[in-house]
């Protein structure tokens, strides 16, 4: 007679709903609201260099203009990287969930279960 089996269904069923929300809730914030919120903090920083080089250099249009392009650049660069890296997490939690939903369809009351 096996008194874990009952456990074990519970436990299956409540990880099995744990993970799916998981699966739901990593992939909208990996995807959207975490790139929305770097693209918000690069842009709220590269404005602030902006208005930096035009305070500073104001005088001199072609330092600042040369400079501002520098930092247009730089927020590209940025924006790329960030959705790389997002992207790559995004995919990687994914293929996470993946895994541990296989691992739910092994029965271990089977597995472990004592011969007589």
């Not at 008194?3 to 990996?30: D, E, M």
């Not at 250099?57 to 400079?67: G, I, M, R, S």
Request: charged share 25%.
């Amino acid at each position: 007679m096996i008194f874990a089996a009952p456990q074990y269904i519970i436990t299956k069923y409540f990880v099995g709903c744990y993970i799916g929300w998981a699966h739901s809730t990593v992939n909208f914030r990996l995807k959207e609201k975490t790139r929305f919120t770097f693209d918000t903090a690069i842009d709220t920083f590269q404005t602030g260099k902006k208005t930096f080089v035009n305070t500073v250099f104001a005088k001199n249009e072609k330092v600042a203009t040369a400079l501002n392009q520098f930092v247009d650049a730089q927020t590209a660069y940025t924006k790329a990287a960030v959705k790389a890296g997002t992207d790559v997490g995004a995919k990687l939690a994914e293929e996470g969930v993946k895994l541990a939903q296989e691992a739910m369809k092994f029965d271990f009351t089977k597995a472990f279960q004592v011969k007589r």
